[in-house]
């Protein structure tokens, strides 16, 4: 499996491509800006980007998939329940943002469903909290957390539709769960090291436990 990481954006948020060497198929999960770049980079590794998975709705992490789907052709994925954020963001908010507007969903996905990419099969773990319709992505020694669980810390749950024990509840239940070597790969590198696994996180954060 191919997986790069990526800081992007003035948030200091990770992108992540994920791709088959041996079939060439990839995806970017969020996108949100330096499309240029991450698509440079699928490039260098003889990535064909097929899919844009946003692991939730909120502009700063689907701000480039209009830019990555016009230079790709990928298909966006998102949870059912933060679908209609793509399109619904207000003027203002992307202005502030310096953002482009996002594209409709192509492929809306649920608990339990799974994206593949060749011979690479994420699952989708639904947490919401920070979102309704937040996501986790895991596979065998990977999840992807987005702003649900990042290192040693939290999204917040401040913003509308947002619920702090709705969260604590997938956190516990959906990523503390899964085996303790799994490398845990946050939204944004806001921690003390861009990577963490679920054995530091039940034992370091501070947050939940």
């Known amino acids: 499996m191919f997986l790069k990481q990526l ?73 059912e329940a933060d679908a209609d954020m793509l399109t619904s963001t207000p003027a203002m908010i992307l202005s502030m943002f310096r953002a482009q507007a996002s594209p409709a969903a192509d492929i809306l996905v649920r608990e339990g469903d799974s994206i593949r990419i060749g011979g690479i099969t994420l699952k989708v773990l639904h947490t919401p909290g920070h979102t309704p319709g937040g996501i986790a992505l895991y596979t065998d020694g990977y999840v992807f957390t987005g702003d649900t669980l990042f290192v040693e810390a939290v999204g917040r749950t401040d913003l509308p539709g947002g619920s702090w024990n709705t969260m604590a509840k997938a956190i516990k239940e959906k990523i503390y769960t899964l085996p303790d070597e799994t490398v845990v790969l946050p939204g944004h590198n806001y921690g003390r090291m861009p990577t963490s696994t679920i054995k530091n996180e039940k034992r370091n954060n501070l947050y939940v436990r």
């Not at 992007?8 to 969020?30: N, P, R, S």
């Not at 709705?57 to 998102?78: F, L, R």
């Open 7 to 79: 800081q992007v954006g003035q948030m200091a948020i990770f992108a992540y491509i994920v791709g088959d060497k041996e079939t060439g198929d990839a995806l970017v999960i969020d996108p949100a800006a330096e499309t240029e770049r991450i698509v440079a980079e699928a490039q260098k590794n003889n990535l064909t980007i097929r899919y844009i998975v946003n692991t939730h709705g909120h502009v700063d992490h689907i701000s480039g998939n209009a830019a990555m789907k016009k230079k790709t052709g990928a298909k966006i994925v998102i949870h």
